[in-house]
């Protein structure tokens, strides 16, 4: 018996000691055969950066299976984008559709600016803010709100995950602590947010503000985080770097490059180490590009595709050791959602119901993704704004979200504008601006032009801005200019004087007070109602008064009405129109006057402006335009008739644009008027444009019937236009058949 148990118990041994050889064997087997651990790590490189979708294209072409991505700057936008499930063709397919001037220039489209502020911000050339009369610098070009926007849209198919090691692919990015100088890795939070702040380059972006923290760029400190990705347990590294050499003086042209050198300084030393550690290190032909280069993305795309072609060996060797390849499906980009809630804080001096009366939005409303930004951007337009973060949390059903901001307060509230400008009309000018918001209420603002030059201005604005609510705005503008004009503007028909006369110089004097009260219905409708004060003097040295010294007076009269205006305006740029269109229709009622008019009688005057504009390609546009207008009452006065001829945009009273004649050539109680201006933009902001205008002016127009006849006046305008940072210059050559007369009219800066 002893001996079987002793037989029994050796025999256990010899077949425990078989098992735990035969196990060991096929763990070490299994563990020879298990495949490599693959990282992936984008240098920071802004434009150059794009390389980073060249190789990733390989890549996917390969199915090689990416099991960690690290990412800085443009690397970590690149890289954030992959992660989240997006392809290398998909990246580029979206890529090739951005416009990359609007979206780091934070451009917003011109619908998302109220009414006010398209007439505030399209007649500067500089905003600064100036508080204390000092003058401030902001500390970015750019809010990078725009980016934030189109990056969050793309994120959203992983909008729920706050750990990014939970993404389809893990992932992390770095960012630059600004306070301290501290490198900083964000592996968890708000994607859209962190690759924001990853990706804040200095003198463009503004800092990013997460938790207690204000971030930059994380290539300030570290660009190439591959000592990190290490770290996450990685065995083999594929390293593409995209940061610039050191250059010399001829390629250091702008402030962000210079900027770029000094930072590179530090980095490009640092990579001689880091480039080592990488087991495949792809270095994409990118000198002859900047890190402004948005425009060349198809070429530096092309450039890094053929840089990981060059190390194909190498890549196929990855993907030999994995068993499965990879295919990255086409991911959906959501188009449309619905909000079901609207929760904003951050907010101290401007109301919930000013935020809501922005951006248009109620609950339980279904909009487009592009709707939704505009909205968003409808805020920051305002410029109250330094920043809108906002997250789409998820409600019950599909695509239903609750929308939830923190939006920062712009803490400058006072600016200095300027601006230059040059036309046939008012001649040389130099504007100043002084711009005070919040100045009695929390949305309120008052501007102040003082215009200089050859015929001196100013115009002052208080508006109480409530968006869809009733506002509040009134008006003050002294304007004036010197030019012949047609004496029938100046002198009833009945007048001797218009016998012997053709053209007279006269010095005209406006002076026009309102106070009014403005609604919003819809997007890009306004509704005015008001009551306006208006001097208006006409004077000339080519007459004499009765004592032979003194200007011959033709107007010093006091005008008393009462108006409405209806304005509809949806056009993507107040010029050079692509697209939407443009209706303004006016009412004023003349209830009295001062006593230089005998016998006044009330009169009322009527006109309307519509527009419509609409691209035949990218390059191409046509402008149609039509106006109208007529006098009901009697003919207390001339000098507010209707007066066309010459190229303004900021002309006064009744007075029109008519190509082929010179201004205030064409007068009469009433008139019709169409233009068409075709516009061919061949180079980016440079324009050709040609442009034939029709017109019938008289005197009780539409009560003869006249309006319907063939034009009595035509002209026919080629022009060449360039758009600048102190806006246009325009040069046009117009000719009419009616007179055989030609004219040229020149315009530098925006109108004001």
Not at 255 to 268: C, D, H, M
Request: hydrophobic share 40%.
């Amino acid at each position: 018996m002893k001996n079987s148990l002793t037989y029994f118990f050796k025999a256990s041994i010899f077949t425990f000691l078989l098992f735990q050889i035969f196990f060991w064997n096929n763990s070490v087997n299994a563990q020879e055969t298990e495949a490599p651990k693959i990282g992936l790590v984008l240098s920071g490189g802004g434009a150059k950066g794009f390389a980073h979708i060249g190789v990733l294209k390989v890549i996917d072409s390969l199915g090689i299976k990416i099991d960690y991505v690290a990412g800085t700057s443009m690397g970590a936008i690149i890289g954030s984008l992959y992660a989240s499930g997006y392809s290398g063709q998909q990246l580029e397919d979206l890529f090739n559709t951005v416009d990359f001037d609007e979206l780091i220039n934070d451009e917003f489209p011109r619908e998302a600016k109220s009414f006010y502020e398209r007439e505030s911000e399209e007649k500067y050339a500089i905003n600064l803010p100036f508080d204390n009369f000092k003058i401030k610098l902001p500390s970015g070009l750019s809010r990078g709100q725009n980016v934030y926007n189109l990056l969050y849209q793309l994120m959203l198919p992983v909008n729920e995950v706050r750990d990014f090691e939970k993404l389809p692919i893990p992932f992390f990015c770095m960012a630059t602590n600004i306070e301290t100088g501290e490198s900083l890795i964000l592996d968890k939070g708000r994607l859209a947010e962190a690759v924001t702040a990853s990706g804040a380059l200095p003198s463009i972006f503004q800092p990013v503000t997460i938790g207690d923290k204000i971030l930059i760029d994380g290539g300030v400190t570290n660009n190439f985080p591959i000592e990190e990705l290490k770290a996450k347990g990685m065995d083999i590294i594929i390293g593409v770097d995209v940061q610039d050499d050191l250059r010399d003086r001829e390629a250091l042209k702008t402030a962000p490059e210079i900027l770029l050198q000094i930072n590179n300084f530090r980095t490009i030393n640092a990579m001689k180490d880091k480039a080592s550690m990488a087991d495949i290190y792809i270095k994409p032909d990118i000198a002859n590009f900047s890190v402004l280069s948005f425009d060349e993305g198809e070429d530096i795309i092309a450039n890094g595709e053929a840089a990981a072609q060059d190390n194909i060996d190498a890549l196929n060797k990855i993907r030999i050791s994995q068993s499965d390849t990879v295919n990255r499906p086409y991911l959906k980009i959501i188009d449309s959602i619905k909000i079901e809630s609207i929760d904003i804080d951050g907010n101290e001096r401007y109301t919930r119901a000013y935020l809501l009366g922005k951006l248009k939005l109620r609950g339980n409303e279904t909009v487009s993704y592009e709707d939704f930004k505009e909205r968003i951007n409808n805020i920051i337009a305002t410029n109250n704004f330094e920043t809108f973060r906002y997250q789409l949390e998820p409600a019950d059903s599909v695509n239903k979200y609750r929308l939830k901001g923190r939006i920062k307060e712009s803490e400058a509230t006072t600016f200095l504008k300027l601006g230059i400008h040059y036309d046939d009309l008012y001649k040389s000018a130099i504007l100043a601006n002084l711009t005070k918001k919040r100045l009695l209420l929390d949305n309120d603002i008052a501007s102040l032009d003082i215009i200089l030059g050859d015929n001196s201005r100013f115009n002052f604005d208080y508006f109480i801005d409530k968006g869809f609510y009733v506002s509040l705005g009134i008006k003050s503008r002294f304007n004036q200019f010197d030019k012949k004009i047609n004496p029938q503007l100046a002198l009833e028909e009945s007048s001797p004087l218009l016998d012997n006369l053709n053209k007279i110089d006269v010095s005209l004097q406006d002076f026009t007070n309102q106070i009014y009260i403005q609604t919003l219905f819809r997007k890009d409708f306004s509704l005015r109602i008001g009551a306006e004060h208006k001097r208006l003097k006409i004077t000339s040295e080519t007459l004499l008064s009765e004592n032979q010294e003194d200007d011959f007076i033709f107007e010093n009269t006091d005008y008393f009405s009462v108006f409405g205006k209806l304005k509809y305006d949806s056009y993507s740029h107040p010029i050079f129109p692509k697209s939407g269109a443009y209706f303004s229709g006016d009412f004023h009622w003349y209830l009295n006057a001062s006593d230089f008019i005998s016998g006044f009688e009330p009169f009322s005057i009527a006109k309307a402006d519509l527009g419509y504009a609409f691209s035949f390609s990218k390059k191409v546009a046509l402008k149609t335009e039509t106006s109208g207008g007529f006098r009901i009452g009697e003919a207390s006065t001339t000098t507010l008739d209707f007066a066309l001829g010459g190229y303004a945009n900021n002309f006064i009273n009744n007075f029109y644009n008519f190509y082929g004649y010179d201004f205030v050539d064409i007068t009469g109680d009433s008139f019709v008027k169409a233009c068409f201006t075709l516009d061919y933009e061949w180079l980016k902001n440079h324009h050709i444009t040609l442009a034939a205008n029709y017109a019938n002016v008289e005197n009780g127009l539409f009560e003869t019937g006249n309006w319907l006849t063939s034009p009595d006046y035509t002209g026919y305008a080629l022009g060449y236009s360039l758009e600048t940072f102190i806006g246009p210059l325009e040069a046009k050559y117009t000719y009419s058949p009616d007179t055989g007369e030609d004219y040229w009219f020149f315009n530098l800066g925006f109108w004001f």
